[in-house]
């Protein structure tokens, strides 16, 4: 029999989140989401995608909070604070709006943490502003190159890699992308990118005509405890009315805060309990559960079941990124990003 007074001590210990179990359903607190919008209302419309999109959020317990000034004023720890999330689609491109010191503030936040979740334009931002432009590549993975080979500028044919990465599951790929601007089903923009970062991960490519190489289209990177996830889908309103293209952002959103049927929110859950035992992973349950834990590709690296309370040491993994996985029965999963130390 489950004992809830058990795990409401261990709860309240460790700052976790409580749920009710049984025939009742889990008590889940909506992820706070900063949409970091821009000022244009051309094509590269963030506002026109809000309003598409917040109904998509609103349905799945994402809590949508759009900010856009050309001061970026919430870029200070105290605003940041507020959100579990950062959904990045475009901002202006002239660079002039952002600051050192606030560049700096974002990045501490995701290193703390959190994740920042970036589509299309966002790698067109601060693209001529030197030293900004720079680090917000080296923070995004990569830096806009440009549209496609010859006359090509369509999205092309698009790819996931296999086995499906977890900011990707229950998704589907966009169908190929028109040639020109109306086109069917829809057109989107091709995008190439440049200096790539060493520790980015490819999770899909697409081939936008037939001589070119299957070009980086989604890809993650870590950032301290944190993560970036960047996919250069989203041109216009042709693609954000895709449900394929709003079952991205949403998993996307719904990786980046750890949701799972718990409710226990990604590395923030697990977070004391790393601190604790350090390169050990406590399951403070005497009932059957199972640890699971996957490299960044997919290849199961660390397996361990047991039916009681068990401290399991995660040391002997190398340094780097993993997806965790602890599965208890009667409560089901919860899941998170571990980054193993030295």
Same mark, same amino acid.
């Given at each position: ?25 889990? %008590?889940?607190?909506?992820?706070? $989401?900063? *949409?970091? @919008?821009? !000022?244009? +209302?051309?094509?590269? /419309? ?64 995701? %290193?703390?943490?959190?994740?920042? $979740?970036? *589509?299309? @334009?966002? !790698?067109? +931002?601060?693209?001529? /502003? ?213």
């Amino acid at each position: 029999m489950l004992n809830l007074n058990k795990w409401n001590c261990f709860a309240t210990k460790f700052g976790l989140m409580t749920f009710v179990v049984g025939t009742l359903s889990f %008590a889940q607190s909506p992820i706070r $989401v900063l *949409f970091w @919008g821009g !000022t244009t +209302t051309t094509t590269h /419309n963030s506002r026109a995608l809000r309003d598409t999109l917040t109904p998509v959020f609103a349905a799945n317990n994402l809590t949508l909070n759009y900010r856009e000034a050309t001061s970026h004023s919430w870029l200070n720890p105290d605003s940041l604070a507020q959100y579990d999330v950062a959904f990045l689609y475009t901002t202006d491109q002239t660079g002039t709006d952002m600051s050192a010191t606030q560049l700096s503030n974002f990045i501490s936040w995701i %290193a703390a943490g959190h994740v920042a $979740v970036a *589509f299309h @334009g966002s !790698t067109n +931002t601060y693209l001529n /502003n030197g030293t900004l432009s720079a680090n917000w590549g080296n923070l995004l993975g990569g830096l806009f190159l440009d549209h496609g080979n010859g006359t090509s500028d369509n999205g092309g044919t698009i790819t996931f890699k296999q086995p499906l990465h977890a900011s990707l599951t229950g998704t589907t790929a966009l169908p190929t992308s028109a040639t020109a601007t109306g086109g069917q089903p829809y057109w989107d923009e091709g995008r190439r990118h440049k200096s790539f970062t060493s520790d980015t991960i490819i999770l899909a490519r697409s081939r936008m005509n037939t001589v070119d190489t299957a070009t980086p289209w989604i890809w993650v990177r870590a950032q301290g405890n944190g993560w970036v996830y960047y996919n250069c889908s989203g041109h216009d309103g042709q693609t954000w009315k895709r449900p394929e293209f709003k079952g991205q952002v949403v998993q996307a959103i719904k990786w980046g805060a750890g949701i799972a049927t718990t409710g226990l929110r990604g590395r923030a859950a697990l977070q004391p309990l790393l601190d604790l035992h350090q390169s050990q992973i406590a399951v403070p349950f005497d009932e059957p559960h199972t640890v699971r834990i996957t490299d960044m590709t997919g290849k199961k690296v660390f397996f361990r079941s047991g039916s009681k309370a068990s401290n399991y040491d995660l040391s002997p993994l190398p340094q780097g990124a993993y997806y965790l996985e602890v599965l208890i029965s009667n409560k089901g999963a919860f899941r998170s990003l571990y980054l193993q130390k030295p």
